[in-house]
């Protein structure tokens, strides 16, 4: 059986060769496409593990501060520091956007850069939001206009960034910091970053200014300085996207979070509830998505596969009429297509795993490449050329013997 094969497969290597690589390199956006599905789901969770939180604090019925937007006020942190079981609770503020790098050169365009702003508050290494390591520099020690950045956003130490208004020189910078959909971190000071967040620009101010003045109810002669109060108020909002909690040793997650839903009137995030929301709401239409181009790819697989094998055994008709003349079982004649359907597969595999390989560091997103779903994909590429010699098999079964002599 396995001479039949392997004679066969070598009188039309040629064919053999082009096919698997073609197949393999199928295989190959097949691997990459799990691949990136797995980099969006440790995306989320890395972003989780690198705020060092236990608990999120955010905006009641919202499911911020990553999958929705959340505003609470920046002075709710010290309530909740004093609730039984928080060790740590610190404000911070997420705001992706595009900021500038350097200084746009005359009579050109600001090269932008897509990225995740975050504030993180004053503290230092350990507090809650803060990059827990950096891969070269320091961490912000100003409180104003430094920043630490994530590599993938291609900022290097000393570089400039502009962030709305104002610029900031990188003096850290970080790895695998990113957030949920895979965008680098840059992380400044809280007030600065509330600023960017918050602030209203001035021709907003100017044009609030003037809807104050205009109205009779803040112009009252016996209370002087209401405008002022009012229009302060207006153009200045103290707001965070979250406090992010760290429990004491000791204390369960809800032990801590129920109290803090009940006195401060907020919603309260664990570990588990955070991930089912970054994985199950803020990435479920990708995954829904890349499931279907999955299904597509093995489709067109099964179809390239059943195609080729059906050529093969087409062109050798009439030998498979002369084996069976000669008193060739059955048997021998499908395990002989079979075989070269595998090996067809495993060439293919083998390629795809290769392509696969060396292209997920070329991508823009985090590829993530695990040894399951290789083994996986190995083993569904098999089940497919198998199923896709059973339509040669029965060809081949049919062939009369007689044909080996009919001319």
């Known amino acids: 059986m396995i001479s039949l094969a392997g004679r066969d497969i070598l009188h039309a290597w040629g064919k053999f060769i082009f096919t698997g690589v073609g197949l393999g390199l199928l295989i190959g956006v097949t691997l990459t496409m799990a691949g990136v599905y797995r980099g969006m789901v440790d995306d989320g969770r890395v972003l989780l593990d690198n705020s060092g939180a236990d608990l999120w604090v955010v905006q009641r019925d919202t499911l911020g501060p990553y999958a929705e937007s959340s505003s609470i006020p920046d002075d709710l942190w010290r309530s909740i520091r004093t609730m039984p079981g928080v060790a740590q609770a610190a404000n911070v503020t997420y705001l992706t956007m595009q900021v500038g790098r350097g200084e746009a050169e005359p009579g050109g365009a600001r090269v932008d850069v897509r990225a995740m702003v975050v504030g993180i508050a004053a503290g230092g290494p350990g507090t809650p939001g803060w990059p827990p390591q950096l891969a070269a520099g320091r961490q912000i020690t100003r409180g104003h206009y430094e920043a630490v950045a994530d590599l993938a956003s291609g900022l290097r130490l000393g570089e400039v960034v502009k962030i709305r208004r104002n610029h900031y020189t990188v003096v850290g910078l970080t790895r695998r910091m990113v957030s949920a959909s895979g965008d680098p971190m840059i992380f400044i000071p809280l007030k600065d970053a509330q600023e960017a967040q918050f602030l209203k620009d001035n021709d907003a101010v100017l044009m609030q200014r003037r809807r104050s003045e205009a109205n009779p109810a803040f112009n009252r002669p016996g209370v002087p300085g209401l405008l002022d109060a009012v229009i302060a108020a207006q153009t200045s909002n103290p707001s965070v996207n979250a406090v992010l909690v760290r429990i004491r040793p000791g204390y369960g997650v809800e032990e801590v979070a129920e109290p803090i839903r009940r006195w401060q009137r907020v919603t309260v995030y664990g570990r588990a509830q955070m991930e089912e929301i970054l994985v199950g709401k803020l990435i ?68 795809g795993k ?11 997103k985090y590829v993530l490449l695990v040894p399951i779903d290789s083994i996986i994909g190995f083993c569904v590429v098999l089940a497919i050329c198998v199923l896709s010699s059973i339509v040669s098999i029965r060809l081949a079964l049919a062939v009369d013997p007689a044909a080996a002599i009919g001319g």
Do not use: C, H, W
């Open 354 to 364: 290769i392509a696969a390989t060396f292209a997920a560091p070329l991508f823009p």
């Open 284 to 351: 479920a239409t990708s995954a829904k998505q890349i499931a279907m181009f999955l299904v597509i790819l093995a489709a067109v697989s099964a179809a390239i596969v059943a195609f080729i094998i059906y050529t093969l055994t087409m062109d050798k008709i009439r030998e498979i009429a002369v084996l069976k003349l000669i008193g060739t079982r059955n048997r021998t004649i499908a395990a002989m297509i079979l075989q070269q359907a595998l090996v067809l597969g495993v060439i293919g595999f083998v390629v």
